[in-house]
Antibody
């Protein structure tokens, strides 16, 4: 069974930093692109970042570029999101998601973790 | 950036009836569209990918259609567990991958 378990969320002051982790199991982690998707309280879903299997390609939504860093450790089956210079608008539940390739060679999110809440407030 | 627009924002339907949800893309995404279901306090769940292919374990009462810029998610014979928020998402042109704002399907 595929499992994605996020951790590391919590309350942080504006301008502060936080590192989220996602522990993966039940599949060959190193074979998949992985992503982070967030959801502000009462709002919709927003893609945040994605990373290729070997970490050689990374992509971010414009609002987090230069502040967030996605990374992975395939030996530990883990995905990370380092979040710096946090703002109130970064407050959200952050989901770890597995990317699945379809017949056209493009990717959708086929498995999701339960999420980790990040609250940015003074 | 491709903007995804879902309609209606809220849809009220009685159990046992059919619900049709719409999703429009600001430019063609071919058939590279997915639908997700989200219940309160839960993570999203993949329902449909490739615009019309049901994900593993998804009941046949869920069906997706459309291509290009216009898409639909149809749920026939609504069950109590189907009342939730539904999101469409394009993965044709990225970054960024973009979601619609969601349609809340509520019990009438």
């Amino acid at each position: 069974e595929v499992q994605l378990v996020e951790s590391g969320g919590g309350l942080v002051q504006p301008g502060g930093s936080l590192r989220l982790s996602c522990a993966a199991s039940g599949f060959t982690f190193s074979s998949y692109w992985m992503s982070w998707v967030r959801q502000a309280p009462g709002k919709g879903l927003e893609w945040v970042a994605s990373i290729k299997q070997d970490g050689s390609e990374k992509y971010y939504v414009d609002s987090v570029k230069g502040r967030f860093t996605i990374s992975r450790d395939n030996a530990e089956n883990s995905l990370y999101l380092q979040m710096n210079s946090l703002r109130a608008e970064d407050t959200a539940v952050y989901y770890c998601a597995r990317d699945r390739i379809d017949a056209t060679g493009l990717y959708y999110f086929d498995q999701w973790g339960q999420g980790s809440l990040v609250t940015v407030s003074s | 950036e491709i903007v995804m627009t879902q309609s209606p924002a809220t849809l009220s339907v009685s159990p046992g009836e059919r619900a049709t949800l719409s999703c429009r893309a600001s430019q063609s995404v071919s058939s590279n569209l997915a639908w997700y279901q989200q219940k309160p306090g839960q993570a999203p769940r993949l329902l449909i990918y490739g615009a019309s292919t049901r994900a593993t374990g998804i009941p046949a009462r869920f069906s997706g259609g459309g291509s290009g810029t216009e898409f639909t998610l149809t749920i026939t014979s609504l069950q109590s567990e189907d009342f939730a928020v539904y999101y469409c998402q394009q993965y044709n042109n990225w970054p960024p991958r973009t979601f619609g704002q969601g349609t809340k399907l509520e019990i009438k």
